[in-house]
């Protein structure tokens, strides 16, 4: 009978939890206004929410096959010379007066060339150039003075790193943080991209030129000292009127001399006709080699290279959420409003009920 009555008792209760909140519908719907102005005005009170967008691109070495073109004219530059003009190749690579990509073998010039390619993208200067020269963001640090421009673009800059190659990831990562327009940092990193290539570009070929240059000339100042060396051979054998190669005569003579001839010293013995015809063909060399390989370098440099491989149009872009001064969402701000109408009528009745209770008892 006790536990009916408690049943009865609940469901009384129930109902009259109900009636109240009926009866008390329209101050919970004014609280659930008020909580969502209140919360509106908290929102636009907030300073405007910095989306930070964070880019990827992987970036690797090019294929071998690339790189074949180059193959003469590097079998060139690396062929061992002696230091004919007073100039070592070696000495000056050694020295760092030269500094040049090039290598023995094309198998290893990919990965040389992306090494050269993320040192260059890594000293930042073609990203501060890229920085310097976008619109919007000159416009926004031009008021600042040349020292706090610098600062903030090496700030910029400093949002800008790459991963190395690990055993999970075969490749070289680009990572780049960005907090101003989306557009303006997929514009950033492909024109800083662009500009990086074209300068290892030049500069490749640069180094290419200057070191087929002084190749070339040592091989020519080399004819020049030998032609000089000739001269003062023919000179000797026309004095001595040795008109023919007379070294062979010395040479089967010399087992009844009691001295030595060093015929390679004395070359005035070969006769100052063999020198003279010596001298005319050094002279008259045009150096088609030579031609070959600067046309051939030529030739190469209008031809297309893929030097690096990535595609910007893999570019990752992924915005990293920010916690601080997030705005309260509308849904969860009528809700909280509801909620908080329903305790304020259900509460305040309850006293009201207890207060005419005592009243009465």
């Known amino acids: 009978m006790k536990k009916k009555f408690q049943t009865f008792k609940d469901e009384v209760n129930l109902f009259q939890l109900f009636i109240s909140i009926w009866d008390g519908k329209i101050k919970i719907i004014l609280i659930t206004i008020i909580s969502v102005l209140v919360g509106v005005v908290y929102n636009n009170s907030l300073p405007e929410q910095i989306k930070t967008f964070k880019y990827s691109l992987k970036i690797n070495s090019s294929t071998n096959s690339e790189f074949i073109k180059f193959v003469p004219i590097y079998n060139f530059l690396n062929t061992a010379e002696s230091d004919l003009t007073g100039i070592s190749l070696t000495g000056l690579k050694e ?14 010039l990919n990965e ?8 260059e993208l890594m000293d930042f200067e073609e990203l501060i150039f890229t920085l310097k020269t976008n619109e919007k963001i000159s416009k926004k640090i031009s008021e ?13 800059a400093k949002l800008f790193s790459i991963n190395m190659p690990t055993r999970k990831v075969s490749s070289h990562i680009l990572n780049f943080l960005w907090n101003e327009d989306k557009d303006v940092g997929r514009e950033i990193i492909e024109k800083t991209l662009n500009l990086t290539l074209n300068n290892l570009i030049k500069e490749f070929y640069k180094e290419l030129d200057d070191l087929l240059r002084i190749k070339i000339n040592a091989v020519i ?9 000739l001269l003062e051979q023919s000179a000797i054998a026309k004095e001595l009127n040795i008109a023919d190669n007379q070294a062979e005569n010395i040479i ?10 060093n015929t390679t010293e004395a070359y005035y013995l070969r006769g100052y006709k063999a020198i003279d015809m010596e001298i005319k063909l050094i002279e008259g060399r045009k150096y088609e080699f030579f031609q070959y390989l600067q046309k051939e370098l030529e030739f190469i440099k209008k031809e297309e290279t893929r030097w690096v491989d990535y595609n910007i ?12 001064n997030t705005p309260i969402n509308l849904k969860i701000l009528i809700a909280a ?3 908080a109408g329903i305790l304020f009528v259900v509460i305040s009745d309850a006293l009201i009920f207890h207060i005419n209770r005592r009243k009465k008892g």
């Open 112 to 119: 040389k060339i992306l090494d050269k390619f993320i040192q």
């Open 313 to 324: 149009y893999l570019l990752e872009s992924n915005q990293i959420p920010n916690k601080k």
């Open 144 to 156: 600042f003075s040349n020292k706090d421009q610098e600062r903030i673009l090496f700030n910029y």
């Open 95 to 108: 020295s760092g007066a030269i500094t040049p990509i090039a290598t023995d073998s094309p198998k290893l």
């Open 221 to 229: 100042n080399q004819d020049k000292r030998q032609v000089a060396y």
């Open 337 to 339: 409003g509801l909620l």
């Open 252 to 261: 089967s003579s010399q087992s009844n001399v009691s001295f030595n001839i």
